[in-house]
């Protein structure tokens, strides 16, 4: 059992942070540039991101590495980099983190269909391995495997990340709604598949996160909670479903609409609870105000 998996058994319910993206872009990101490039050129923005979620008061905290697998970096020409990158990620949210937060590291899809046939599935475990390895070296308390879609994908990075590391492996899909009220990924897994899945790649934290709001997260939960009543179970949901408004993408869900549905959705079984895209720290900040009223 890892530091993750430990905090769990003593009966918290955790809160993670909220969106990076975001925040990269407002300090200046371009839109062809490489986020994870930032761990290593522009260190203290990203770690002013991370040390703004410890201060709402997180118990968890992200790196900035979720596109930073070697086939992603691949694109910008810094795959060679791909164990400093991840490295330096971890480095940054454990500085942040000190001793108020744990820290989980991000590791998201490659952009290759590994179902498909785009790439052999062995170069997609050796990347992902890296990665994990450098995670761990600067200091990750645990992995997460973040919006897969592509079954055979996680499945790789889960045994990956098991196999580089001795750290508490979590791994969450996105899902939608479809037609018939069912969720699916992308790829069209259902929630009842995904579980088999990563229980048998040997994930110890499972869950959901992007695609949906609070609202989405929590049928998901109990629909989880229906197969599996025991596994620890993270989520980071939208700050709403995305709006297109002049021009852009918007999310809807201010933080207190957010926070006001956390009781439910930790009722639903969730131990992990944070935000994906939309969230901010002031959505952490008033999400910790409720769990610690639950306490």
Partial sequence: ??????????????????????????????????????????????????????????????????????????GYGLEEQTYALNKSAAEISKKAAGNRALVLGSMGPTGKMVMM?????????????????????????????????????ARIAIEAAKEATVL??????????????????????????????????????IGANC???????????????????????LVHANAGLPVYQDGKTVFPESAEEMASQIEELVAAGANIVGGCCGTTPEHIRQIVQVINKLK
């Fill in 168 to 205: 508490d492996v979590a791994c969450t899909f996105t899902f939608s709604k479809n037609q018939d009220g069912a969720y699916r990924t992308m790829m069209g897994t259902d929630v009842a598949a995904y579980l088999e899945m990563v229980k048998s790649a040997g994930a110890d934290i």
């Fill in 1 to 74: 059992m890892g530091r993750v998996v430990k905090k769990i058994a003593e009966g918290r319910v955790l809160v993670s942070d909220g969106a990076w993206g975001t925040f990269l872009h407002q300090k200046g990101l371009k839109a062809e540039e490489c986020p994870e490039s930032w761990n290593l050129s522009r260190v203290e923005d990203v770690l002013d991101i991370a040390q703004s979620y410890v201060d709402a008061g997180a118990d968890l905290i992200l790196t900035n590495s979720f596109g930073a697998s070697p086939l992603k970096l691949e």
């Fill in 117 to 153: 046939g785009e790439v052999p599935p062995q170069e997609v475990y050796k990347g992902y391995m890296e990665q994990a390895r450098g995670l761990a070296d600067g200091g990750a308390d645990g992995i997460v495997i973040e919006t897969m879609s592509d079954s055979e994908e």
């Fill in 211 to 233: 695609g949906n709001g609070t609202a989405g997260m929590i049928e998901i939960v109990r629909e989880i909670r229906v197969i599996d009543p025991d596994i620890p179970v």
